[in-house]
């Protein structure tokens, strides 16, 4: 028989308690950044996995733990997460970030080389992080959350980013799916941000990656708050999906683009 149990909310806190042990794939990125800031300056435990030259651009800050990972390939994954399992050998929250494009052409004329690396850079990346941070979330005996960042192309898909969409999309997918195999020890979410203010814009972090799009300010002029994303504005969002204030949350992709799109 289903019983009740009586729950208290911390109306002061948004995400996790201080003291949480948070691991942040891509927290060397302009939204990683932030979400780490925001994390260590509220008293959580941060471990942050990027790319070595992303590590070396940006350098976390003090009292933040760095591993070296390429979340696209298994065996540095296995390495990183072994690293991270002897510092901690629980996980109360998981971020992945990761994200990467290249190829701004048609389908028809995307190289199947390019089409693997995109797919291998979003969807391979989240997975295998996924697969080796659940062991960790799940050892916490229930309340872990893991949040993964996708986009709003995984839906509402431009054109010339058919692939780039198509891995996004894959990524929501993922997420509903590890939502049903890992509740209630885990909650699995994910954000959709629509076009942001970070240096994916000019090439991206850590590597060799080339975008072509509208420029910002005809792109603010579609959004209905009139301005771009910047980092800072998938903080609260991301930082909600990790707390308890989200506990019945789950499976779910929540759309942070301003208003442009609407499903």
Not at 248 to 257: A, C, K, R, S, W
Request: hydrophobic share 50%.
């Amino acid at each position: 028989m289903y019983s009740m149990t009586t729950m208290t909310f911390d109306a002061s806190r948004l995400g996790p308690p201080a003291g949480a042990r948070v691991a942040v794939v891509g927290g060397c990125g302009g939204m990683g950044r932030e979400v780490v800031r925001a994390l260590r300056d509220t008293g959580v435990q941060v471990v942050v996995l990027d790319l070595p030259a992303s590590l070396a651009q940006h350098p976390v800050p003090e009292g933040v733990h760095a591993i070296e990972v390429d979340g696209s390939d298994a065996a540095s994954v296995q390495r990183a997460f072994a690293e991270l399992s002897t510092r901690w050998s629980v996980l109360d929250g998981f971020v992945n970030l990761a994200g990467f494009f290249k190829g701004f052409v048609p389908i028809r004329e995307l190289p199947v080389e390019v089409f693997d690396e995109v797919i291998a850079g979003n969807l391979r990346n989240h997975y295998l992080c996924a697969r080796a941070a659940l062991p960790l979330l799940r050892a916490r005996g229930g309340g872990a959350s893991l949040v993964s960042v996708a986009s709003t192309m995984a839906a509402d898909v431009v054109k010339n980013y058919a692939h780039y969409g198509a891995a996004k999309a894959g990524i929501v997918a993922l997420v509903k799916g590890m939502a049903r195999e890992n509740a209630p020890a885990v909650r699995v979410n994910a954000i959709a941000p629509g076009l942001t203010h970070t240096a994916f814009l000019l090439g991206g972090t850590g590597r060799d990656q080339v975008f072509e799009g509208i420029a910002e300010e005809v792109y603010a002029k579609r959004v209905p708050m009139k301005r771009m994303a910047q980092p800072v504005d998938m903080v609260g969002p991301i930082l909600f999906l990790l707390g308890p204030a989200s506990a019945f949350v789950n499976g779910e992709t929540l759309i942070v683009d301003g208003g442009v799109y609407t499903q």
